[in-house]
């Protein structure tokens, strides 16, 4: 079973090989999303809980299961108490608390040492400046923090663990020894005990023995962490183990990147603010975050709230009628971050670009949306231009995976703007490369051996080509 938590949507999905031929097939999928209480944005535990139990018990039906492993977004973490229960619900990236916490850890850190230390760009989520946050802020301390996907393992019976590539968006990991910094955690005031032990993708973490344990699918189902970070799955999805391509995982949020052996922190690297998250087998996916389809599914909760009924794709095909504007905007613009009034926040973007605003209602929206595409394609190309400028790599191919690798009119914009050949993978890339790195340690024999990402793309090639 492969659990792929997402901030909009979750998805509980069924591998099977039966020898000669791999299938996936969704058993489960339930809305996410953050909810406001006392003035913050949190995540609901108990529904997330509740969605992947059901899942889990719908695929029960299916026979044994051998393992779950489960996948989802990078820095949030659950606070536990002495008891190892939750202190409270945790809180979700985009609450506004962080706003001022990277300059106040700067001034016991500095930006030039922690990027040395780390190679992990500068975002106000990042859970350094979270459990920074939470100190300033005088919420009780915390016996043990587990990041979310970590902590739904923990919860159905596995070991208190943060695996590897979900770490590393942590911004408290030395990128070149694999483990956690105690020069941050010491200067930066955290609690080192509270931090759990790293461990590598595909390690089990023990027998299922909460939730649905006790039905007889699941008495013998092993916990297993895959790339519990829902980009570390998704690369681990793409088949593909030559050196001359590139990845856009493109969902709300849009990862550009490569895969390295090694991490690369120059001054370069620093400059561009490329980050170096964990990989397969230690490897390193160096990428950037540039900001994703947020920025259109914001727009359309706006112009839902007025009336409007269009559906993404027919907004996608009226885009492809049109002619592209003639400006762009910076995606990545801070206040574009936050939610509420996207269309306003878009048109300030704009005209700090010396552009025209655009009529911000409903009716106005093939135009707006073409935009925000023009504008994502054009921020992917630059992007991918420092990409192999500061790599040194000369990419042939650009993969897309996740919800954006079916929008064809991007992808075709992307393919103009880069001159690369663009791949589209699989929609639910970390689907499969947490059933990878599954299957993957599953033929291990020994518990402490690692999987490789030989064996990983073998596998995600497997399921990949049903």
């Known amino acids: 079973m492969a659990i792929d938590l997402g901030a909009g949507s979750c998805r509980v999905s069924l591998g099977e090989w039966d020898g000669r031929r791999a299938t996936v097939r969704l058993v489960h999928r339930f809305a996410n999303g953050p909810v406001e209480r006392d003035?913050?944005?949190?995540?609901?535990l108990d529904r997330l809980a509740g969605g992947v139990e059901e899942g889990l018990r719908r695929a029960s039906a299916s026979g044994v299961i051998d393992s779950v492993g489960i996948d989802g977004w990078g820095v949030d973490y659950v606070r536990l108490g002495v008891d190892m229960k939750p202190l409270g619900a945790p809180f979700c990236y985009r609450d506004p608390r962080t706003a001022t916490a990277m300059p106040e850890v700067w001034e016991r850190v500095s930006q030039q040492r922690l990027y040395e230390v780390t190679g992990i760009q500068f975002l106000r989520f990042n859970t350094l400046y979270q459990l920074y946050a939470d100190q300033r802020d005088g919420l009780a301390p915390a016996e043990r923090w587990l990041n979310l996907p970590e902590y739904m393992l923990y919860r159905l019976g596995g070991l208190p663990v943060s695996e590897y590539t979900n770490a590393t968006t942590t911004q408290l990991v030395d990128a070149q020894t694999r483990n956690w910094c105690d020069e941050i955690f010491r200067v930066v005031g955290l609690r080192r005990p509270a931090a759990p032990?790293?461990?590598?993708?595909?390690?089990?973490l023990g027998k299922m023995r909460a939730g649905v344990a006790s039905l007889a699918a699941y008495r013998q189902t092993e916990l297993i962490a895959p790339a519990c970070h829902d980009t570390g799955a998704a690369v681990a999805g793409i088949p593909d183990s030559a050196a001359d391509w590139a990845f856009i995982s493109s969902g709300t949020w849009s990862l550009v990147g490569t895969v390295l052996d090694e991490p690369c922190i120059s001054d370069a690297a620093r400059a561009e603010d490329f980050t170096n998250e964990g990989g397969i087998g230690g490897r390193i996916r160096f990428l950037k975050n540039v900001n994703g389809m947020w920025l259109l599914?914001?727009?359309?909760?706006?112009?839902?709230?007025q009336g409007y009924s269009g559906e993404l794709p027919e907004l996608i095909a009226e885009c492809a009628r049109r002619p592209l504007p003639r400006g762009t905007f910076a995606v990545d613009a801070s206040d574009l971050l936050l939610p509420g009034h996207m269309p306003s926040r878009i048109n300030r973007e704009i005209e700090k670009a010396e552009g025209e605003p655009i009529p911000e209602d409903p009716?106005?929206?093939?135009?707006?949306?073409?935009?925000?595409?023009?504008?994502?394609a054009a921020r992917y190309?630059?992007?991918?231009?420092?990409?192999?400028?500061?790599?040194g790599r000369r990419f042939r191919r650009l993969y897309i995976v996740g919800g954006g690798s079916k929008n064809a009119y991007l992808n075709r914009l992307i393919a103009e703007r880069t001159g690369l050949e663009v791949v589209p993978g699989a929609v639910e890339s970390s689907t499969l490369g947490n059933l990878a790195v599954q299957f993957a340690?599953?033929?291990?024999r020994s518990g402490g051996a690692e999987?490789?990402?030989?064996?990983?793309?073998?596998?995600?090639?497997?399921?990949?080509?049903r």
């Open 441 to 444: 340690a599953l033929e291990v």
């Open 297 to 305: 599914e914001e727009c359309l909760r706006e112009w839902r709230a």
């Open 39 to 44: 003035g913050h944005l949190h995540w609901d």
């Open 363 to 376: 009716g106005h929206a093939p135009e707006m949306a073409n935009m925000v595409f023009a504008s994502l």
């Open 381 to 391: 190309a630059e992007v991918l231009r420092a990409l192999a400028r500061v790599t």
């Open 451 to 465: 999987v490789t990402p030989a064996a990983v793309a073998r596998w995600a090639g497997l399921f990949g080509d």
């Open 197 to 204: 032990p790293i461990v590598r993708p595909g390690t089990r």
